[in-house]
């Protein structure tokens, strides 16, 4: 770790790393200071899986959760509902609707949103996606003109993990990560959803509901150490090119403002697809065919201002 100023600290119980500059952040590591730090040892991230109460898909998943990984019931409760704990994993239920939930105050390193995608189309799909408005509009959630803190890293990882074990368990769904959109936003601790989609046949589909959770539970199993951090800019709700590369290539993609997105972006959501995508950004994704010229010109300037790369997919 050349040029790198490396200091150990020790909370509750555990040997910490902290490593300046944050580039060196990622490898299946946590962040007690996400900018900054990461654990010597993977797999031990604190995370803290949300489900919703009114939504079938979360309630399916949560149950296969419980019963196929031994999740324990424990004596606390959240909104009513009971807590689950398996080492560093937690199961909580909220009795508001899941974009909406923006009361959790539950200690943890990483927020993971299970619950349903709903769509005209019902077409069914398996999605990630950050969370956030670009527009003044909050009717879907979270604050106007707010992102949410997201981690580019676990949303390619929980990708990978979607495709690989739909396809061991034969769910022939859509494989997609979609632009950023919805609350809630206003979170300190990293997070992003994962769904079922996009009808209710998809929502109570046990196979389904077991893919996301083997996702959910094997989200630090191999390192992080060849991932680019990246954002992305154009293309539509479902952003296929951007799907493609997280696949395909070491592109890890938190933020992505879509071409419909792009009319409201102005320097402060600019900002904060920087900012609170970590590990911080290396490049910014343009689909090139994905946005108007003008869109393009706008997305460029204002790359050009923080001088931040670009490349055209």
């Known amino acids: 770790m050349k040029n790198a100023t490396i200091m150990l600290n020790r909370r509750n119980g555990e040997l910490i790393l902290f490593v300046e500059p944050r580039g060196l952040v990622g490898q299946g590591c946590r962040a007690l200071d996400p900018e900054t730090a990461v654990r010597i040892r993977p797999g031990l991230l604190k995370k803290l899986v949300i489900v919703s109460s009114k939504d079938k898909a979360g309630t399916n998943i949560k149950e296969v959760l419980v ?47 299970a619950s349903r995608h709903s769509s005209v189309e019902g077409i069914p799909c398996l999605t990630v996606h950050a969370t956030g408005n670009f ?25 990978q993990l979607l495709r690989k074990f739909a396809e061991e368990l034969g769910v022939s769904y859509k494989i997609s990560q979609e632009v950023t959109h919805h609350g809630p936003t206003s979170y300190k ?55 493609k590369l997280s696949l395909e290539t070491n592109y890890a993609i938190g933020h992505i403002c879509s071409k419909y ?9 600019f900002r904060q697809m920087l900012e609170k995508t970590i590990p911080k950004p290396e490049v910014a994704l343009i689909d090139w065919k994905g946005l108007r010229k003008d869109s393009r010109e ?6 050009s201002e923080v001088g931040l790369k670009y490349e055209r997919v």
């Open 67 to 113: 019963r196929k990984f031994d999740f324990e019931e424990t004596s606390e409760r959240f909104d009513g509902y009971p807590i689950f704990k398996r080492g560093d994993y937690e199961i909580i239920t909220s009795s508001k609707d899941i974009i909406f939930s923006d009361h959790i105050n539950k200690e943890a390193d990483l927020y993971v949103f």
């Open 135 to 159: 527009s003044a509009s909050n009717e879907y959630g979270g604050r106007g003109k707010e992102l949410s803190l997201t981690n580019s890293y676990y949303l390619k990882r929980a990708l």
């Open 189 to 243: 601790v990293p997070s992003f959803f994962i769904e079922i989609g996009s009808s209710e046949e998809e929502w109570v589909n046990p196979t389904a509901a077991e893919v996301i959770a083997k996702t959910i539970m094997n989200l630090d199993t191999e390192s992080f150490s060849n991932f680019i951090s990246a954002v992305g800019f154009g293309g539509p709700h479902y952003a296929p090119k951007f799907t």
């Open 261 to 269: 997105a792009v009319d409201d972006l102005d320097r402060s959501t």
């Open 298 to 303: 706008k997305v460029i300037k204002l790359l």
